[in-house]
């Protein structure tokens, strides 16, 4: 973000908040400071995402009170139980938010740490359960409508700006990593680059669901996005399978003269790709190397056969679908640049079977940090009412909202830090404002302009990506420590004792997230890896799968495993049992099997369900931990179908079955290359 | 535009349906000029949507002005 942006940001963001104050003060709101930090939560530098925040916000405020209106009046006799009930509820909101890894996951945060608020608030006056709900309502809804509005007006930056650059972005290095693969052969494509690049695709995904709550110029291309996720996430085991072939070839010693030239070729014309602009000629030159790529896979037809061969075939087919893979990523990147986006012919096909997409969710993780959240919260509790602690009550609040917004965390203890600095910054400044500059403020102007400065400065601060979490805590607590409220008043005990309250909640919070949530990033790696075993098992038995679904889900997972096998800084040591990639590569090879399955003259004989069969086995004994005859079956099945797809004639899809049987047994069975060479008569 | 409504016992004032009800229409008339491909004539959006709102709300509260005075 350029300077120019962050500046107009921040004083669209003072606006904001001088409206909300303003509206807050003329409608003798109890609560203006509410309206105030709002403003500050929503926003984004980009508006669709404001808008977005803002509508789930709303809601999740909305179902929140109305859940503490439910709760409090029937339980108030009993504050333990109140508390347990509010506790359950917010670990089963924060539950729910962290298996939902979409914006939406923030309208179930709400709901939870809401019901908190307004149900612990009222406690001791139960009688205005009602008007404290509304009064928190309308105080967030007011915030969120200015914050809303003034962001979507004053110069309002779209979403699809910043996900054309991070399209940009991926291309370019995918276009970098085919220029680099004659270079590294041997080493396979590193975790550093997988993580980039399925993280890139999972924040392009969450950054294109805000585009629904774009201002109205903005093109919606669901269908476009959708399709070159799809595009993408095939890229990378793509590549990685020409690696693994080189490999192979390079192990038994053969030659590979015509993959290298075309390798050559390719890597010419990726490096043209990853220029600057995604050029006309470039699209050109992709029909003529699937061209070369198709006269090379006759020529190797009449050579004597042999595994040599199928290894350089196979790779062949690998690299052909690579750079068609990368020219529609290069397609689609370019029909996104239109106001009225329309999709190459061939592309549109493949648009139309891409249904609705999910992200992998993780349950049991989602079930630790709700507890989490129960835990600090009834802790909290149980220091208020145990200990008579008049303001523990905001440090039961202050536990459910840090437990909930750090629960989708992968590292909670991270951001606790900041925001418990956050809050001591904020002290002195508040201090200032509260006690030197608020007995000289009369009426709304001098009001604002006394706080403009400020409110510029945590509204600029917001825009630095290092700073943005701090500054937010800064801006929170700021607004809570002036508690400006329509008559001023000043008591320095309460102002002390409220703060102090808060930072104790927030740590509560921290305690519980770490003594509950801490684990080994290798185990976690292990556990999503096994998560992702048994989708590519149910995969290869389901009867009618939707293979882009499964594609993205087991691409998520990819980018997830990296992080968490880059996050233990000993990759080198890790299992080589953990290969997301190489379970991606299995994925594409069914798939292969059964597009070819399914088209008309097909090569017949081909033992397709069987093997399929024997593959869903293999990765069920492998989640049991105990290798059983699973994986003999399936190198019997596939030597069975490469000797039975040889004695076809030539044709693609002779090509293709045999490129995906090639490569399913380099992935399934890499220890042990074939005695006899199949395909050989023998 | 003076008055409440009771809504299940609570009282609103009366504008806030009236603003529910014409977010919600000008929510479908963006949808509309949206598929006609009118907003590629529109410079700004954010502010030609908010203009839209403020439009369509005081049509109503004029409407129903002149309906229940």
């Known amino acids: 973000m350029r300077t120019m942006q962050k500046a107009t940001f921040a004083i669209a963001n003072t606006c904001a908040v001088l409206a909300a104050l303003y509206v807050a003060f003329a409608a003798n709101l109890e609560r203006p400071y509410w309206a105030m930090f709002s403003v500050f939560v929503i926003a984004k530098p980009i508006s669709g995402a404001v808008r977005s925040k803002a509508t789930y916000r709303l809601t999740g405020t909305l179902v929140g009170a109305a859940m503490a209106i439910i709760l409090v009046p029937p339980l108030v006799q009993a504050p333990a139980l109140l508390c347990l009930a509010v506790g359950i509820w917010v670990g089963l909101c924060v539950y729910c938010s962290v298996l939902d890894r979409t914006p939406r996951s923030y309208a179930f945060m709400l709901a939870g740490y809401t019901a908190a608020i307004v149900g612990f608030s009222v406690v001791n006056t139960p009688e205005s359960i009602f008007d404290t709900a509304v009064a928190r309502v309308e105080e967030i809804g007011l915030g969120i409508i200015c914050g809303a509005v003034a962001h979507s007006m004053i110069f309002p930056q779209s979403v699809t700006d910043e996900l054309k650059r991070r399209i940009k972005t991926v291309i370019r290095s995918c276009g970098q990593w085919i220029v680099d693969l004659p270079l590294q052969s041997g080493h396979p494509v590193d975790l550093l680059a997988q993580r980039s690049l399925a993280t890139a695709v999972t924040e392009g995904h969450l950054l294109y669901s805000h585009v629904a709550f774009e201002t109205s110029d903005a093109p919606r291309a669901r269908l476009l996005m959708r399709t070159l996720e799809e595009r993408i996430a095939v890229l990378l085991p793509r590549a990685s399978g020409v690696q693994r072939n080189l490999a192979a070839l390079s192990a038994i010693g053969a030659q590979h003269a015509a993959l290298n030239r075309l390798i050559a070729q390719v890597s010419r014309w990726a490096h043209a790709l990853a220029g600057d602009e995604i050029s006309a000629d470039a699209m050109h030159d992709e029909s003529e190397l699937q061209q070369q790529c198709a006269a090379a896979l006759e020529r190797l037809d009449r050579s004597p056969p042999g595994w040599p061969v199928l290894l350089e075939q196979s790779a062949i087919v690998e690299l052909g679908e690579l750079t068609q893979a990368l020219a529609d990523c290069g397609r689609l990147a370019a029909a996104l640049e239109e106001s009225n986006p329309r999709l190459p012919v061939a592309l549109e096909k493949t648009a139309r079977r891409s249904g609705s997409r999910a992200l992998s969710a993780d349950r049991g993780l989602g079930l630790l940090s709700g507890i989490a959240a129960a835990c600090a919260s009834l802790f909290a509790c149980a220091l208020w009412i145990g200990g008579s602690w008049p303001e523990g009550l905001v440090a039961a609040q202050f536990a459910a909202i840090g437990a909930s917004l750090f629960a989708a965390l992968d590292n909670p203890a991270e951001p606790i830090l900041p925001a418990v600095a956050g809050i001591l910054f904020a002290l002195p400044f508040a201090a200032l404002y509260e006690f030197a500059l608020f007995p000289r403020v009369h009426g709304f102007p001098s009001l604002a302009l006394v706080l403009s400065p400020a409110l510029l400065l945590f509204s600029f601060m917001q825009t630095f990506e290092r700073l943005e979490g701090t500054a937010l805590v800064l801006a929170i607590a700021f607004s809570g420590a002036l508690a400006l409220g329509p008559i001023y008043q000043a008591d320095f005990a309460s102002f002390l004792n409220t703060n102090a309250a808060e930072i104790a909640g927030l740590l509560l919070a921290g305690v519980a997230i770490l003594a509950l949530r801490t684990v080994d990033p290798l185990w976690n790696a292990r556990r999503l890896s096994r998560a992702g075993w048994k989708s590519l098992s149910r995969y290869a038995r389901h009867p009618r799968p939707s293979f882009e679904r499964w594609l993205i889900q087991m691409f998520d997972r990819l980018g997830l495993i990296a992080v968490r096998l880059v996050g233990t800084k000993r990759e080198s040591t890790a299992p080589a049992e953990i290969d997301a990639l190489r379970d991606l590569r299995v994925g594409l090879g069914i798939n292969a099997l059964r597009n070819v399955g399914t088209s008309p003259g097909a090569p017949s004989g081909s033992p397709t369900q069987a093997l399929l069969e024997a593959i869903a086995k293999t990765y069920e004994e492998r989640l049991r931990g105990l290798p059983g005859r699973a994986s003999t079956d399936v190198a019997q099945h596939i030597d069975a179908g490469i000797a039975a797809v040889c004695a076809q004639p030539p044709s693609a899809s002779r090509h293709a079955t045999l490129a995906a049987l090639t490569s399913l047994r380099l992935d399934l069975l890499p220890n042990q290359a074939p005695h006899a060479a199949p395909g050989t008569p023998a | ?69």
Not at chain 2, 7 to 20: C, D, E, K, N
Not at chain 2, 26 to 53: C, E, K, N, Q
């Open chain 2, 1 to 69: 535009m003076i008055g409440e409504v009771d809504l299940f016992g609570v009282f609103f004032p009366a504008v806030l349906p009236l603003a529910v009800l014409a977010f919600v229409t000008s929510l479908a008339m963006r949808v509309i000029l949206r598929r006609v491909g009118f907003y590629r004539l529109i410079w700004h959006a954010g502010l030609f949507d908010t203009a839209l709102y403020l439009v369509t709300l005081c049509a109503f509260v004029l409407a129903t002005r002149s309906v229940a005075p």
